[in-house]
C-alpha cells in the first residue's frame, strides 16, 4: 500500500471538502473508502497529481461518484508526488490509470495495461520563465536551475530535457517538485530559471499566475494522457466506464466535470497507432526508476 501522508491541517480541510463525496481513497492515515460490502470489488482508480492532492481530488472525486452511479464501483486513489504514482501502477495496484503519455509505455511493457479513452486535445508541454526574465531562448539556460514536476513527466519533463541536451547542448540543473503546480510557484519565487509543465495544467492556473509567466519553449503536439485499465478488469467493466464517461461529456450538467480532469471531449485511445511511436523516441536515459 503506497503511504499517503497529509499535515493535519491539510487532512482536516480535505476531509470536510469532500464529507459528501463518495469514493474517495487516500491512502495511508487520512482513508475513506465506501467499499463497505466485502463480497463487492471497487475498482481502484489512480490519478497522475500534476496537481495538489486536495485540488486532484477535488476534480476527480466527482467524476468517480458519477461512475459508481452508474453501477461501475470504483474508489479515488489520490498520490502526493508523480513518483508514488509511478511505483502504484509498475506493481500493478490501480486497476484504472489516469497517466501520462510514456506512462502508458511504461505500464504497458510492466502489466499489459490497455489506454481506454484520451481527450480529443493533443498534449503540449511548455517551458516557461518568469515575465521578466531576461531569457527567451533555450540556449541562455545554461547552468541554470530548471523545475520539473517529476523526472518521468513526459511532455513535461521527459521531453523537454532532452530537447535541451540533444537538441540544443545545455546542461542544467534539473529540480523536481513532485506537481506542475509547485514548479511554477518555483520559477515565481526565484528559486529555478525555468519550469516545464503541460499547457493544459498552465491554463487552469489564475490569470494573475499565467500573466506573471512567459512561454519560451513549446513542444510538439503529442498523444494526450489517456484513462487504462490493468488486464485484469473484465471487459464489460471497461466498456461501463467508456460508456459512462463519454455520456458524461455529452451532457450539460456534467461536461464540466470531464472538462475539470482534462478530458472535455473523450474518444477511444489506441495503443498501437498513439503510444507505440514513443516507444521509438529513444529517450530510455531520461527515465529515473526509484
Known amino acids: 500500500m503506497i503511504q499517503y501522508t497529509l499535515r493535519s491541517e491539510a487532512r482536516r480541510s480535505l476531509l470536510k471538502?469532500?464529507?459528501t463525496s463518495s469514493g474517495l481513497l487516500l491512502t495511508g492515515q487520512a482513508s475513506l473508502s465506501w467499499a463497505q460490502n466485502a463480497s463487492t470489488r471497487f475498482w481502484r482508480l489512480g490519478v497522475v497529481p500534476q496537481l495538489t492532492p486536495l485540488e486532484t481530488t477535488q476534480r476527480w472525486a466527482p467524476v468517480v461518484q458519477e461512475i459508481n452511479q452508474a453501477g461501475v464501483p470504483c474508489e479515488l486513489?489520490?498520490?502526493?508526488?508523480?513518483?508514488?504514482?509511478?511505483?502504484?501502477?509498475?506493481?500493478?495496484?490501480?486497476?484504472?490509470?489516469?497517466?501520462?503519455?510514456?506512462?502508458?509505455?511504461?505500464?504497458?511493457?510492466?502489466?499489459?495495461?490497455?489506454?481506454?479513452?484520451?481527450?480529443?486535445?493533443?498534449?503540449?508541454?511548455?517551458?516557461?520563465?518568469?515575465e521578466d526574465s531576461p531569457i527567451d531562448r533555450l540556449e541562455q539556460l545554461g547552468g541554470a536551475?530548471?523545475?520539473?514536476?517529476?523526472?518521468?513527466?513526459?511532455?513535461?519533463?521527459?521531453?523537454?530535457?532532452?530537447?535541451?541536451?540533444?537538441?540544443?547542448?545545455?546542461?542544467?540543473?534539473?529540480?523536481?517538485?513532485s506537481t506542475h503546480r509547485n514548479a511554477l510557484r518555483q520559477v515565481l519565487a526565484g528559486d529555478s530559471a525555468a519550469a516545464g509543465v503541460v499547457k493544459t495544467t498552465l491554463e487552469q492556473e489564475h490569470l494573475e499566475v499565467r500573466n506573471q509567466l512567459r512561454v519560451i519553449y513549446t513542444t510538439p503536439a503529442l498523444a494526450p494522457h489517456p484513462l487504462a485499465a490493468h488486464p485484469?478488469?473484465?471487459?464489460?467493466?471497461?466498456?461501463?466506464?467508456?460508456?459512462?464517461?463519454?455520456?458524461?461529456?455529452?451532457?450539460?450538467?456534467?461536461?464540466p466535470l470531464m472538462a475539470g480532469i482534462q478530458m472535455p471531449n473523450p474518444v477511444r485511445a489506441d495503443y498501437i497507432a498513439e503510444y507505440a511511436p514513443l516507444e521509438r523516441l529513444d529517450i530510455e536515459k531520461f527515465i529515473v526508476t526509484e
Open 77 to 130: 486513489a489520490v498520490f502526493p508526488s508523480i513518483a508514488l504514482f509511478e511505483t502504484a501502477f509498475l506493481r500493478g495496484e490501480v486497476d484504472f490509470g489516469f497517466m501520462n503519455p510514456y506512462h502508458m509505455v511504461m505500464a504497458r511493457r510492466t502489466h499489459r495495461y490497455e489506454p481506454l479513452l484520451r481527450d480529443r486535445r493533443p498534449l503540449e508541454g511548455v517551458l516557461l520563465v518568469k
Open 232 to 255: 485484469r478488469v473484465p471487459l464489460a467493466v471497461r466498456t461501463a466506464l467508456i460508456e459512462t464517461l463519454v455520456n458524461m461529456a455529452q451532457k450539460p450538467a456534467t461536461q
Open 145 to 177: 536551475r530548471i523545475s520539473f514536476p517529476s523526472p518521468n513527466a513526459f511532455a513535461a519533463s521527459l521531453y523537454i530535457r532532452s530537447v535541451l541536451e540533444r537538441q540544443f547542448k545545455v546542461a542544467f540543473q534539473a529540480h523536481y517538485a
Open 17 to 19: 471538502a469532500l464529507a
